[in-house]
Every structure is written in C-alpha cells, then in structure tokens.
C-alpha cells in the first residue's frame, strides 16, 4: 500500500526521469549485454517494487526464482546477458475495497524492473525459463571456464 499522495509520487518520478536524464547524458555509457548500464541501478518507478527474487548456485548453473503473483505471461519480459537477468514488467491488477467512508487499496500495480546480477558468467543463449502458479524460474547454465573457477583447498 502507498501512502504517499499521487501528487508528490508523480513529482518524484518526474525527478527521477531527469536524473537519469542528465546521468545517461555525462556517464559514459558502457554496453552490457545490449543494455545501457543506468537500466542496473535506477528503478523504472520510483515506488514500484519488483518481484521478490531468490538466487541459487549449483555447480552446473544458476536457477533464479521470482515471485510474480498475478501476472500473465505475457505481462513481464525476461532477458538474459552473461552476468545479469532483467525482469520487466507491469502490474496493472488492483483491488479496490469501499465500506463505512474509506477506499483501501491492496494490491500494489505499476512498472518494474528487477536487474539480477549474476555471481559468474552463463549461458544466457541457452537459458530456460517455467512460470507456473505465479513463479518465473530462469535456469541458466554456467561456462565452462566458470565451472572450472572452483578450486578446493586442502587444510591442515
């Protein structure tokens, strides 16, 4: 729930439109993955939150979990680089709830993006992604030169 007028949400988003405006013109850009780097570190809203994300490592790949309760398919769009996964969407599903005076709403709804950087390099031509009941899983396979980059070390 937001509890932050419309009004001065709609000045800070505004602001951040022009900061990253004036960053994107005096910041280098560097090229990762087809993506300007300001997609990594500036939020599409303000207050729009991404979806919840878990991260794990196998030895053979990395499977990244995101929650995205109530969204369809072809709501969010999902891209992978070697060392990072964007998940871009938009919620447009809210709950409205009116009795004895006051409106309630429950269901956040706006734009996200979610960039997931990535602890080793992978495969992203060979990912795999499932949604099912409301769970995008991304499995995606490690290098071989990341594979190999695990060394043990013998204690005495």
């Not at 990395?62 to 680089?81: H, Y």
């Not at 960039?115 to 396979?141: H, K, N, S």
Request: aromatic share 8%; charged share 35%; net charge positive.
């Amino acid at each position: 729930m937001n509890l932050l007028p419309v009004s001065w949400r709609n000045r800070l988003e505004d602001l951040r439109d022009q900061v990253q405006s004036v960053v994107t013109r005096w910041v280098p850009r560097m090229r990762r993955g087809g993506r300007r780097s300001s997609e990594t570190w500036m939020p599409t809203r303000v207050f729009a939150a991404g979806p919840n994300i878990d991260v794990e490592e196998s030895p053979d790949e990395i499977i990244v979990r995101a929650e995205l309760p109530g969204l369809n398919r072809d709501e969010f769009t999902v891209d992978a680089s070697p060392d990072a996964l964007f998940i871009r969407g938009e919620k447009k599903y809210q709950r409205e709830s009116r009795s004895f005076g006051f409106h309630r709403f429950e269901c956040a709804q706006g734009r996200f993006i979610r960039a997931v950087p990535l602890p080793c390099e992978v495969r992203a031509d060979q990912a795999d992604a499932r949604f099912r009941r409301g769970i995008l899983t991304v499995r995606l396979p490690k290098t071989e030169a990341a594979r190999r980059r695990r060394v043990h070390i013998h204690i005495n």
